[in-house]
């Protein structure tokens, strides 16, 4: 059997007709007529008798025409399945990601995704979460993971994948290293390293004015990596989300009043149509255990 045996039996079959099938499938009816008489030889009985006019199934191709739509359709699903591979692969996905997010996690996402989807690239650019939604509307990049703590509006997409808590991050020797957890009132007047690229930043200011509680800087950066390496030279402690932190050294301590926490998202721009990779990239999202 060939498949274009097949389809044209199913097209007669459908219509009853040796002139519309042909019609149907584009081909002469003399060639339609031929490849189907070649089917039926190869399976040993006539698929068709006529009455007068008329063209009818015969009880064998009654009982076969099922069976042979399966054919079709299976092998249809499977050149579907190599297309969308191929198209899977051919532009790298644009992953535009907020610059205080911890790469740990993600990065074990990412490795998973590449075992899963061999092959596809994955572009990861960093940024502000102000600057990533606006590369989005510019279609510079596909999705974005953000903090989207002021809500982005109904331009946008926005699908939860996890919750962090804030934690204070202190040296080994730090003279809070003893507490289990900490309050703001605690911290007042402790050295303090500022983390300039933080979205939560004012808010946790915010809550140090109205609370009374002093805050002296004595290193302020935009580098998540400078951060902690300076917390590790004893300068001071720092706020960070728990999923951030890197350094295996330094100490971990709960912030218990206020708990402060930010929920990381995926963001898209609601309307446009994903390439298959992207669309793969969202669904690994979507039933990924986060954080890892």
Sequence with gaps: MEMHQIRYFLAAARTL?????????????????TAIKKLEANLGTPLFYREGHRLQLSEFGRRMEPSLARIVEQTE??????????????APIRLGVMST??????????ADFERDCPGVEVAVSENSPERLADRLAADELDLA???????????????PLYTERYVVLLPPQHPLKEKNGLTLQDLSEQPYVDRLSCEMREMVIGLCESRDVKLYARFRSEREDW?????????????????????PDALRRPLVDPIIERTISLVSLPGRRHSP??????????????PA
Excluded: K
């Excluded at 699903?77 to 051919?90: D, G, S």
């Design 101 to 110: 997010i911890g790469p740990l996690g993600l990065s074990r996402f990412l």
């Design 17 to 33: 007709s040796f002139t519309r099938a042909a019609e149907f499938c584009g081909v002469s009816q003399p060639a339609l007529t």
């Design 277 to 290: 990779g992207v669309a793969a990239f969202v669904r690994a999202s979507r039933g990924r255990r986060w």
């Design 227 to 247: 951060v902690q390496a300076m917390v590790m030279a004893n300068i001071g402690f720092a706020f960070m989300p728990e999923h951030s932190v890197t350094h």
């Design 77 to 90: 699903m499977a050149e579907t399945a190599a297309e969308n591979f191929r198209l899977l692969n051919q």
């Design 145 to 159: 993971i953000l903090n989207a703590r002021d809500g982005l509006g109904e331009s946008y997409r926005s699908e």
